[in-house]
């Protein structure tokens, strides 16, 4: 298995996997331990995983714990914009010079990787809940955006 290893004698259905992982700013190596009951989890990178592989681990985390019974549309568009607005508040009083600055390390950059982590999860949980294929989304939309914003027209400003 990629990126951790099976736990001895686990439950196959739920099986627990140990990960390694590396805090860099601390400069320390620890485990973490997943238990799943329908998915691996993995720590990979952008171009290692899918949309889909992702989707499936909000979804066993959310199964898990009996949540999909609070996830409505309402709710979860509610969630999300309370994680957008965190995000936000991290920024709220900072000119674009700070912004750019905090961004290159430090607890305002960890903080912000955070609540983009907890906006992804609400965002794929949303497309679980309503069935709704986020990559085929993202591509209709995108297709509308080169119509409605030609690069010829809107190069270098709005």
């Known amino acids: 298995m990629a990126g951790g290893q099976v736990v001895a004698g686990s439950n196959p259905v739920a099986p627990t996997y140990i990960l390694p992982c590396f805090f860099s700013e601390s ?7 997943f238990r799943f009951i ?3 989890i993995y720590i990979m990178k952008d171009n290692e ?3 889909g592989d992702l989707k499936k681990q909000v979804d066993a985390f959310v199964d ?3 949540w999909k ?9 509610m969630a999300l914009s309370v994680e957008v607005s965190e995000l936000m508040e991290l920024f709220q009083w900072l000119d674009l ?3 750019k600055e905090v961004m290159k390390s430090g607890k305002v950059r960890e903080d912000a990787l955070d609540e983009i982590a907890d906006i992804f999860i609400y ?9 709704i294929d986020i990559s085929d989304a993202l ?3 995108m297709k509308k955006n080169i119509k409605k914003y030609p690069a010829d027209k809107f190069n270098g400003h709005f």
């Not at 400069?27 to 331990?33: A, N, P, S």
């Not at 019974?69 to 568009?77: D, E, G």
């Not at 965002?123 to 069935?131: R, Y």
């Open 38 to 40: 329908a998915c691996n």
């Open 49 to 51: 995983i899918t949309i």
């Open 139 to 141: 591509m209709k939309k």
């Open 123 to 131: 965002l794929l949980a949303f497309c679980n809940t309503n069935k």
């Open 64 to 66: 898990e714990r009996d």
């Open 27 to 33: 400069g320390v190596f620890c485990f973490w331990v």
């Open 69 to 77: 019974q609070f996830h409505s549309p309402k709710n979860l568009a």
């Open 97 to 99: 010079e700070q912004a």
